[in-house]
Structures are given as structure tokens and as C-alpha cells.
């Protein structure tokens, strides 16, 4: 979230969200089975059952006499040692002769023994400094970093973003003067060229916008894009000639757990906490949650200390990767009671498929908008649509003559009652287009031709 000074959003205090301070091995148990009873011949009785039965030869042996037991004994003992000695053979043969045999090693006894063999090197002990299989698929292959890591790790891609807004206090023309706001949230360079990703509140309506860098260094950036309906937007630093002391990794967020470990990372009430680093773990996951103008998002619920100027910002699992985009926490739950400890990210994998889109260059008019709603066209008297509060010098659309307070009703055809209704009509021209514009200025319908451009 960023943080605005202007005092006149007081009114949105009064949302569930506040997310518009700023936007309109496993371990093993073996069961141990062992033997604790000795046989004990003494206690057997003639009642008990045995699978095998002893036989004497006594009345043999006192037939034979003295001289027939010398003889015997000394056929038993050369039996002895013949038995020993085919051990020994038998046993040297199967331990270092057989297995080298082709025959051996086509048995399946062989086989499950090179694959235990081959299984158990990948479980080795972690003093080692060998890599362990974890079992956590939440966990990429690389060990867990501490808090400490990724601070480090993931602290030089995360920026501060600071803005200016300037809106005219004309009612609809009936009134004059204007205003400035200066926001502040946070951002994410995604890659080395200065491309930064954030949250769409963070930027909206802004006509300066100023990066501050891990390093302290500052640069001017421009809007590249945005999707107003999904809270994101790309930036890019004008100055090609800053190198960017960071670039964070983007992961998944679909294997999430509740429970999991994150770490988030921005600038809460402004620069002043620039890089506050927060702990915390995935409270809740697919959470509903209303925003600004009651759009629902799913999200990711989690108790990292989210506060203003958070918004943009990365919440990071515990490989150091970014897994969601923070953007809104819960303040009041609307009935008077506060709430602590919930605050909300927009999950990565819902960012991804949505970034080679956002850092293409968007047409832009060179204005600022803010939504007419019916309520205001009643009581205002005034048609709904969408009321320019700036437009940008040398833009387009100052140069087709659109003035602040003019309010679109028409682009190109298409009827706008909204902002969103103005974007959607401009996403189906290209650059170069001319436009039809239908605007109502101070009483009265006007038509406009608007040339269309990309950010310079």
C-alpha cells in the first residue's frame, strides 16, 4: 500500500479492506520387534507341539560298545571340518565370485540391491554439506535460506516508489483550484533494464513518479502498463544508464501451505522504514476478499506485518523467491472492532501469466480519471462517465483539447461510464488511431478527435 498525505480519502477508512489508503525423514519410528523369551527346555512338557521330532539312537550305541564310539567321534569331527571348510569356500564364492557373474547380476535380487544402493546416496547427512531431499513440496530443491539470507538475498530488488498527483478541485466545472497528493508504496525489479512491478493503486493518477534504490541512488520512471481490474502495474526507470543492484526471483505460489514461512519486504509509512522486513507465515490460502470498489480478489492471507507503503512490495517464501505481491491488509472488520496481523498478497502464479502483457507499452491519453457514478450524476446533474482530473502537457489527449473536468461519456463508439469502460474501449485501437471522443464540458456535449500513442 502506499501512503497518501491528502486527507480527503478519509471516506475509505470505512472499507473492510484497507487496501485504499492508496487506490480508490518425515522421522522414521521403525517398530522394534524383538525376541525377549529364551527357549528354555526345562519347561517343556510332554503336552507341547514341536514341527520336528528327535530321535535317539541309544540302543545302537550300547550294541557297538566303547570301540564303536572312538569311531564315531572320529567320523563326526572329520565331518566337522569338511563342513567348515565348504563354508568358508561357499562363502567366499557367493561374496566375491558369484556377484561378478553375468547370471547374478540378471537376478532380481541383484537389481534391488544396485537400486537400494544407488536410492540411499540421496539421502545423506546434512553436516556433510550434501543436498537432502526435502519432503516439503513447498520447498524447491535448494535448502531452506534463513530470515537473515533472504533480507539480503531479496532486499536489492525491492524499491521504494514514490508519486505526485495533481487533481483539480473543479466540481464537474462548477468550481476551481486544485490539489496535490504525494503517495509512497513499494515495487519488485523483475529484470535488469529497470522494469518494476507493483501494484496498480500504487501509480494510479500519478504524474510524476520517482524510484528510490536499495543503494539510495533515485531515477525518474514512466508507466509502461497496468490492469486496473487485477491491482498490478509495470514501471520502468527512464535512465538506461543505472544498473539495478538487484533482480528478484519470481516462484510459485500454487504448492503453498498454510503455515508456510514468508517474508515480507517494503517501505511502511514511506522511506523513512525503507526495506522494513517483516516475518510471518501463509495464514490462510484462496481467501475472498472485496477491494476497492467492492472487486473481489482471491488471495493470499498472511500475518507478516503489512502496513501503507507496503503495497507493491514481495512476499517471499523461504528459498528467497517471491510468491506473492502484497497489497491490502485488514484494519476493521466494519462493525468497530480492529483487526491485527491479516494482510493479503496477490499470488505470483496469478501475476506470471500476465507480465509479458505489462511490459509491453499501453496507449496512453495522458490523463488521470476519476469514476462518475450514478450518484453523482444525480445529484450533480451531470451524465456519468469518466471526469479527466489532469492532463499531462504535449500529451495526446492535450493535444486533441481535453481539458480537466471534462467528462467522457463515448470513446470511439463505445459508451463509458467508468474508467474501466474508457481502458477497455482504448484497448481495441493501436497506436496511431484517431479516435472519436464525446465529452460534457460545463453543460454542454462536445466531440473531440483523439490521436493515439504509446508511452513515450
Do not use: W
Amino acid at each position: 500500500m502506499s501512503e497518501f498525505n491528502d486527507k480527503s480519502n478519509d471516506k475509505d477508512k470505512k472499507d473492510n479492506t484497507d487496501s485504499t489508503d492508496e487506490f480508490s525423514m518425515s522421522n522414521y519410528s521403525g517398530y522394534n520387534v524383538s525376541h525377549t523369551e529364551n527357549y528354555d527346555s526345562s519347561s517343556n512338557s510332554d503336552n507341547d507341539d514341536y514341527d520336528y521330532e528327535v530321535k535317539t539312537l541309544e540302543n545302537n550305541e550300547k550294541k557297538h560298545g566303547k570301540g564303536m564310539g572312538k569311531r564315531i567321534a572320529s567320523y563326526v569331527a572329520v565331518g566337522l571340518i569338511c563342513s567348515l571348510l565348504g563354508g568358508t569356500v561357499s562363502g567366499v564364492a557367493s561374496i566375491y565370485v558369484l556377484p561378478k557373474t553375468s547370471f547374478f547380476k540378471n537376478t532380481p535380487l541383484y537389481k534391488n540391491l544396485a537400486n537400494a544402493n544407488s536410492n540411499s546416496n540421496m539421502y545423506t547427512d546434512a553436516s556433510s554439506g550434501s543436498k537432502n531431499v526435502n519432503a516439503s513440496p513447498t520447498v524447491s530443491s535448494g535448502s531452506s535460506l534463513t530470515v537473515a539470507q533472504i533480507a539480503k538475498e531479496v532486499g536489492p530488488a525491492v524499491v521504494g516508489v514514490s508519486t505526485k498527483i495533481l487533481s483539480s478541485d473543479n466540481n464537474y466545472g462548477l468550481g476551481n483550484g486544485s490539489s496535490e497528493a504525494e503517495g509512497v508504496g513499494s515495487g519488485i525489479i523483475i529484470n535488469k533494464d529497470g522494469y518494476i512491478l507493483t501494484n496498480y493503486h500504487v501509480i494510479q493518477g500519478a504524474q510524476t513518479i520517482t524510484i528510490t534504490l536499495n543503494n539510495k541512488k533515485t531515477a525518474k520512471a514512466k508507466v509502461i502498463n497496468y490492469d486496473s481490474s487485477m491491482d498490478l502495474a509495470v514501471i520502468k526507470i527512464s535512465d538506461s544508464t543505472i544498473t539495478m543492484p538487484g533482480v528478484a526471483e519470481l516462484g510459485s505460489s500454487s504448492s503453498l501451505q498454510v503455515g508456510d514461512s514468508v517474508v515480507a519486504i517494503g517501505n511502511p509509512l514511506g522511506l523513512e522504514f525503507f526495506g522494513t522486513v517483516t516475518t510471518g507465515v501463509v495464514s490462510a490460502l484462496n481467501r475472498q476478499v472485496s477491494v476497492e470498489n467492492s472487486k473481489s480478489q482471491t488471495l493470499i492471507q498472511t500475518d507478516a506485518a503489512i502496513n501503507p507503503g507496503n503495497s507493491g512490495g514481495p512476499l517471499v517464501n523461504s528459498q528467497g523467491q517471491v510468491i506473492g505481491i502484497t497489497s491490502s491488509k485488514l484494519t476493521d472488520t466494519g462493525e468497530g472492532v480492529s483487526a491485527e496481523g491479516m494482510g493479503f498478497a496477490i499470488p505470483i502464479d496469478v501475476v506470471k501469466p500476465k507480465i509479458a502483457s505489462l511490459t509491453k507499452p499501453m496507449l496512453m491519453l495522458g490523463i488521470t480519471v476519476e469514476d462518475v457514478t450514478q450518484d453523482d450524476s444525480r445529484s450533480n446533474n451531470v451524465p456519468q462517465g469518466a471526469e479527466v482530473k489532469n492532463v499531462t502537457s504535449g500529451s495526446s489527449a492535450d493535444k486533441a483539447g481535453l481539458e480537466s473536468s471534462d467528462i467522457i461519456t463515448k470513446f470511439g463508439g463505445k459508451t463509458v461510464k467508468s474508467s474501466d469502460d474508457l481502458n477497455n474501449a482504448k484497448a481495441e485501437h493501436s497506436a496511431g488511431d484517431k479516435v472519436a471522443v464525446e465529452i460534457y464540458r460545463n453543460g454542454v456535449n462536445k466531440s473531440l478527435t483523439i490521436t493515439l500513442a504509446t508511452a513515450n
